[in-house]
């Protein structure tokens, strides 16, 4: 009788936890804009879309008033320069492959172009290369940096010195 009512203890209180998670999850605030996290779907170049529409790709983003906060570069994959996906890329969320691991781009020249860097879905580090190979641009995402709101951006010199260090523009209210 007791594993009887252990087992409805469990199920209800895995119910009431799934609900209230999936209740943060794709909100819109007061002004009919995305406010908080949010599935964003992705094409095969990882270029952001308005919908599932075309999509292959999903990751988890965070939005501020429709403003999407993990952006990492404009136009990351193309034929010139296409997408290395990570051999680990099972991931899944419906029908919809996570973003999981290291996704690169390489320069003509086999020099590496771009890495993002995503678990379970979520962006961890964005890395931009100058063709020579040294580190051009950084976005990193992490707690320390203020995430999921702020991110720290660090930009470099062509001889590897920094440039700028700073966060990530936040949109006001």
Same mark, same amino acid.
């Given at each position: 009788?007791?594993?009887?009512?252990?087992?409805?203890?469990?199920?209800?209180?895995?119910?009431?936890?799934?609900?209230?998670? @999936?209740?943060?999850?794709?909100?819109?605030? @007061?002004?009919?804009?995305?406010?908080?996290?949010?599935?964003?779907?992705?094409?095969?170049?990882?270029?952001?879309?308005?919908?599932?529409?075309?999509?292959?790709?999903?990751?988890?983003?965070?939005?501020?008033?429709?403003?999407?906060?993990?952006?990492?570069? %404009?136009?990351?994959?193309?034929?010139?320069?296409?997408?290395?996906?990570?051999?680990?890329?099972?991931?899944?969320?419906?029908?919809?492959?996570?973003?999981?691991?290291?996704?690169?781009?390489?320069?003509?020249?086999?020099?590496?172009?771009?890495?993002?860097?995503?678990?379970?879905?979520?962006?961890?580090?964005?890395?931009?290369?100058?063709?020579?190979?040294?580190?051009?641009? %950084?976005?990193?995402?992490?707690? %320390?940096?203020?995430?999921?709101?702020?991110?720290?951006?660090?930009?470099?010199?062509?001889?590897?010195?920094?440039?700028? %260090?700073?966060?990530?523009?936040?949109?006001?209210?």
């Amino acid at each position: 009788m007791n594993k009887y009512i252990a087992l409805t203890f469990f199920i209800i209180s895995s119910f009431i936890n799934s609900y209230g998670q @999936s209740d943060t999850l794709n909100h819109l605030d @007061s002004d009919g804009k995305k406010t908080g996290w949010w599935i964003t779907y992705l094409d095969e170049n990882l270029e952001v879309l308005k919908d599932s529409s075309g999509a292959k790709l999903c990751m988890y983003n965070y939005y501020l008033q429709n403003i999407y906060l993990y952006r990492f570069g %404009e136009g990351y994959g193309s034929k010139k320069h296409p997408i290395i996906f990570p051999d680990n890329n099972t991931s899944k969320l419906g029908d919809y492959i996570l973003l999981n691991g290291e996704y690169l781009t390489k320069y003509k020249n086999g020099n590496i172009r771009s890495v993002l860097s995503a678990s379970e879905g979520f962006m961890s580090n964005f890395k931009q290369y100058y063709p020579t190979g040294e580190l051009k641009f %950084e976005l990193i995402i992490s707690n %320390e940096c203020g995430a999921p709101k702020q991110h720290c951006i660090k930009d470099y010199h062509k001889d590897g010195s920094l440039k700028h %260090e700073g966060h990530t523009w936040l949109p006001k209210n």
